[in-house]
Every structure is written in C-alpha cells, then in structure tokens.
C-alpha cells in the first residue's frame, strides 16, 4: 500500500488527526515524517500487519507510548516499559526550573524515584558539569533508566533503594524528586488509561498523597542533602499548600512555587537552611 493512502486509512481508525497515526506509521517503517513525502515508498506486507496490531491495541484503550515502548521529553528519546510512567509534559516544568538554577555549576544531583530516568538524564544532557544519580526502588525500572541513559549517551549513577524503607548513602548539592502523589482513595477516579495500564506504585502517595514528600524532607533530605542545598519537587495542583508547610516545618527557606505552562501549581522548590 502507498503511504499516502496508508496515512489516511491509520487516520481514520484511530479517528486521529494525525498525530498518532504518523507516529505509529514512522515507528514501524523507520521512515521520518518528512520521508512521506519526500521518499514515499509502499508498505510492506509485514509493516502493514505490525501498524494494524498496534491499531488495535491503540484503539482498546493502551497508551501509544507503551505500545511502540518509547516517549519523547524534553526533546530527548526515552524507552518506556510498563515498570515505568509515562513521562508528562507536567514534568518538563520542574525539569527546566531545575536545568535554570544549576546552570553551570558543578553539583551532585539525586533524582529520587527516577523511573524512565527522563528528569535526571535531562538534567544530566543539559548540565554538562553535574554528577547524576538515578535512585529507584527496583531493578526493573533501573534497568530501564540504564537503557535510557546509554540511548542519550549520559554517564550517571544508579542506586536502588526503597526511600520508605532506608535512608541511601553519599551527600547531594540537589535532590530532585516526581514522586508517587495522588491520594490513594482517588486512584479509582482516574483516566482509564492511567489506572489501567501504569504502574500504581508510581502513583500512589497514601492516603494524602503527602507520603513521600514527607519522608523525603523530614527522613531523607537531613541526612544527604548538604546545608545550602536545593530541593525540587513536582507536586499535584492542590498540593502546593501543604508541601510548602512541610518544607517550613522542617526549616528549609527561600521556599518557591511555580506554575505550569497550564496554570496549575507544579513544582515546589526550596534551600536546606
Ligand atoms: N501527574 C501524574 C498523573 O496525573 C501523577 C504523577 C505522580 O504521582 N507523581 O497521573
């Protein structure tokens, strides 16, 4: 089939205006969205099968990003597998907001519950003179931040450890964390998409969704945060409040708030006193 009339076939199937159905088509035929029309070639018959299972699936609900296993963010590729979240546009937010405040300086990062890897490979690819390190809770999503790190050619450090249970070793300049935040009861609540095919472990903050903002700041940031240094957090949109108190509580100052690009609250930063 010529791609042209493929396009549109992919177009209507997924009642999409495009977006998804070039993204598929280029995924399994490795040809860019320019060479559609600049080198149009036929599908072939195997190409053709490999898009409409993916249709299929597409259409029952999976999300895109764990169908052809990869996501963009921050410009950057990142491979996604079912251990991991999808990474949000939400997140860019906090990862700019961090990349502006180091700059150039040579400071020791520790993104805490990495997952797909794609906040702190961020910081790493645009903060040349950091040290990165990469902490999670299992060897299944490290491995998955390990393949991202090499797809974007960064050399980073990985530390599996379970927050809530123990306290990881080294001192960091910056912790910066996107860690589980929705309260447990409202999980059911949310897309079908979401509850469905992400992993709830990533999701889950208890029971008011404060469980590791608390843990962090008040367990783990005393310990292996040098005085002076920097936190940043992604926070849900209701959550700025009571993240900012917690930060107080625990004596941390210069205590910040920032919008998204969507006017919700997202990130909250703040300097070890
Ligand atoms: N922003 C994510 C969502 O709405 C939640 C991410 C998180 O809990 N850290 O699904």
Same mark, same amino acid.
């Given at each position: ?6 396009r549109?076939?992919v ?29 149009p ?36 590729t990142?491979k996604v597998?079912e251990?991991? *979240? ?24 520790l993104d ?8 702190g ?12 390190t990469? *902490?999670?809770?299992?060897?299944a999503?490290?491995q ?6 090499? *797809?974007?050619?960064?050399n ?13 070793e ?21 897309d ?6 992400e ?29 002076g ?19 107080k509580?625990?004596?941390f100052?210069s ?16 300097k070890?006193?």
């Amino acid at each position: 089939m010529v791609i042209g009339q493929l396009r549109s076939e992919v177009r209507d199937e997924l009642g999409d205006n495009g977006h998804e159905a070039d993204w598929i088509i280029s995924h399994v035929t490795k040809m860019s969205q320019a060479d559609f029309v600049l080198h149009p070639r036929d599908v072939t018959e195997e190409e053709l099968k490999a898009i409409e299972e993916i249709v299929e699936r597409r259409n029952q609900g999976e999300p895109l990003q764990y169908l052809l296993g990869e996501t963009e963010f921050m410009g950057l590729t990142f491979k996604v597998t079912e251990d991991t *979240l999808i990474p949000r546009a939400d997140t860019e937010t906090l990862v700019e907001e961090v990349i502006r405040k180091i700059g150039k300086k040579k400071l020791t990062v520790l993104d805490i519950g990495t997952g797909s890897g794609c906040i702190g490979i961020s910081i790493a690819k645009n903060c040349k003179n950091t040290q990165v390190t990469l *902490l999670d809770y299992s060897e299944a999503i490290l491995q998955v931040a390990k393949e991202n790190a090499d *797809l974007n050619g960064v050399n980073v450090d990985f530390v599996k450890c379970d927050i809530l249970e123990e306290i990881p070793e080294g001192v960091f300049d910056v912790i910066v964390s996107n860690p589980p935040y929705i309260e447990t009861d409202t999980i059911f609540s949310l897309d079908n998409m979401v509850k469905s095919y992400e992993p709830v472990e990533a999701l889950d903050g208890g029971f008011d969704g404060l469980l590791f903002y608390q843990r962090i700041v008040e367990e783990v940031a005393p310990k292996i945060l040098k005085d002076g240094g920097y936190i940043a957090f992604e926070i849900g949109y209701n959550q700025g409040e009571a993240v900012i108190d917690i930060l107080k509580e625990a004596d941390f100052v210069s205590i910040k708030l920032k919008k998204d690009p969507c006017d919700n609250d997202r990130v909250v930063t703040a300097k070890k006193g």
